[in-house]
């Protein structure tokens, strides 16, 4: 049986998805799970954040997610994802609440 992990806030879950690089360069990794404006539900294993397009992601609560190989680079043919705040349900394995 699988051990469910501890939920983190959706606070701690936006302060590490803000940090994009870790110290030796390379960028962070993570996986996301959420719902899309359509009501789709989304996972990505690995993932990175990014800017989500010409909007303010702050005022308007969204951030870019952008599905990535294990090096790193863009999945091919995935495009960036501006995800609301709020319809994040999952992080690294952590419910979000």
């Not at 996301?32 to 397009?53: D, M, N, S, W």
């Amino acid at each position: 049986m699988e051990q469910q992990k501890q939920p983190i806030t959706r606070r701690q879950m936006l302060d590490e998805m803000d940090v994009r690089f870790r110290p030796d360069g390379t960028r962070r990794i993570f996986s996301i799970k959420f719902v899309t404006a359509e009501g789709r539900l989304v996972f990505f294993p690995q993932a990175y954040a990014c800017g989500a397009g010409r909007m303010n992601n702050k005022v308007y609560r969204v951030r870019g997610v952008q599905a990535c190989t294990c090096k790193g680079e863009p999945e091919p043919g995935i495009h960036v994802f501006p995800v609301r705040i709020y319809n994040i349900i999952q992080y690294n394995g952590h419910p979000v609440q």
